[in-house]
């Protein structure tokens, strides 16, 4: 299996510009997970899907934030206006299920975001 | 709300060694799974061991063990036989077991660990 596949692996942008970020998720997993790892915050998890349902949205950080999922084998994570502060690394990740079901969580490479 | 705390942010320890690093946690939940995941620099992150709260027998994964300690709240992984690959930001994570639903995974700040030739 190929695991999870993120692009771009790195961008760098100009402050207000639109970044999109994209998730291929494991073949099979109906979990889908996007995390933020800043060095002053560590790993936050800012949204998850499940079977292309947005389940749980509360750590998306504010309105310039949206993420999507059209189907079991993509999803994105967009910033627009993108600003200095959003600078992180943003993984995704996927599983087959979590809660009584839990199994493990694997992570793409992830996508390491600069803007400047 | 679950918090997961690791107060020591860097270690050192030199090859063949035995190093532990220490991981304390917040929860009211009485079911739940612990995990150590590893992230070295190529920043992919890898899951090193994970326990469930419910067994009493520590979880083992070749060097890897863990120290788990439900009423301390306490999951402390030793890596044994420390090897140069070992170099790498390792970080402690909890998920609660919920009925019916999903949970999130919490992580905590990490923690590098360097192995010395």
């Known amino acids: 299996d190929a695991g999870v596949i993120q692009s771009p692996r790195h961008e760098v942008t100009e402050m207000g510009q639109e970044v999109t970020l994209r998730c291929k998720p494991i073949?099979?997993?109906?979990?889908l997970f996007w995390y933020r790892q800043t060095m002053m915050r560590g790993l936050e998890l800012l949204i998850y899907?499940?079977?292309?349902?947005?389940?749980?949205d509360s750590g998306m950080p504010e309105d310039r934030f949206s993420a999507k999922m059209p189907n079991a084998s993509f999803s994105t994570l967009k910033i627009q206006p993108s600003e200095p502060r959003d600078s992180a690394v943003y993984f995704c990740?996927?599983?087959?299920?979590?809660?009584?079901?839990?199994?493990?969580?694997?992570f793409g490479e992830g996508s390491w975001l600069t803007v400047v | 709300a679950q918090t997961v705390t690791q107060s020591q942010p860097e270690m050192s320890v030199q090859e063949a060694e035995t190093v532990t690093l220490s991981c304390t946690y917040d929860t009211s939940e009485n079911n739940y799974y612990l995990f150590w995941y590893k992230q070295p620099p190529s920043r992919q992150m890898i899951l090193v061991i994970r326990?469930?709260?419910?067994?009493?027998q520590n979880a083992t994964e070749n060097r890897f063990s863990v120290n788990f300690q439900k009423a301390a709240k306490s999951f402390s992984l030793k890596i044994s036989d420390s090897q140069l690959g070992d170099t790498a930001m390792y970080f402690c994570a909890f998920a609660a077991l919920t009925q019916g639903g999903s949970e999130k995974l919490v992580f905590g700040k990490g923690m590098k660990l360097t192995v010395n030739p």
């Open positions: 899907f499940n079977n292309n349902v947005p389940i749980d």
């Open positions: 326990q469930e709260a419910y067994k009493q």
């Open positions: 990740a996927s599983s087959t299920g979590t809660g009584v079901f839990w199994n493990t969580i694997y």
């Open positions: 073949s099979g997993h109906d979990y």
